[in-house]
């Protein structure tokens, strides 16, 4: 193998570069400030895509497929840069963000027969519930409550990603506890 960006082995100079550049959002974790904060908003983004094509279950392919395709190419942006969860690597945020909305969009999928589209999700007054998620998710994220900061010690990719997985799941249950409490 020929040595990475960093000292690495990233093996292929140009495959590596490929996965290094998915890895950190497509650039967008090299932003010298906030990378993390700069892909949740991409993920934003990513969600939005997901819930334009007003299906629960693309939504719901898209959501757990990223998460499974961040952890393969954090743990490949890892062994490129040689170094552990580097801050340049957001794909892990990226994929996050779908999965704190999940549960809202549940709700709402069993509510309506359907998931609406995006619109429903940006529009009205249902844009400060998605600008929560995002703040709650940056709060969770950061703050790694228990388990989440432990689950950074999983080897590879799944120390990376499982613990914005799991800043999400505290987003859902939060979501769902405000907007059951706001909507009695």
Known sequence: ????????????????????????????????????????????????LLAWTGSFLLLLVGTVGGLLVSVWLCGEAEKILAKTDPGSVVLDEVTAIPFCFLGWACVVWREQGALPGIEYFFSGTNWLWTAAVFVLFRIFDIGKPWPVRQSQRLPGGWGVTIDDALAAIYVNAFVLVARAFISS
């Open 1 to 48: 193998m020929s040595p990475g960006p960093a000292g690495g082995t990233g093996g292929d100079g140009f495959a590596a570069g490929l996965k290094l550049w998915i890895a950190q959002g497509f650039g967008i974790g090299r932003i010298p400030v906030a990378p993390g904060t700069f892909g949740s908003v991409l993920g934003v983004a990513w969600f939005g």
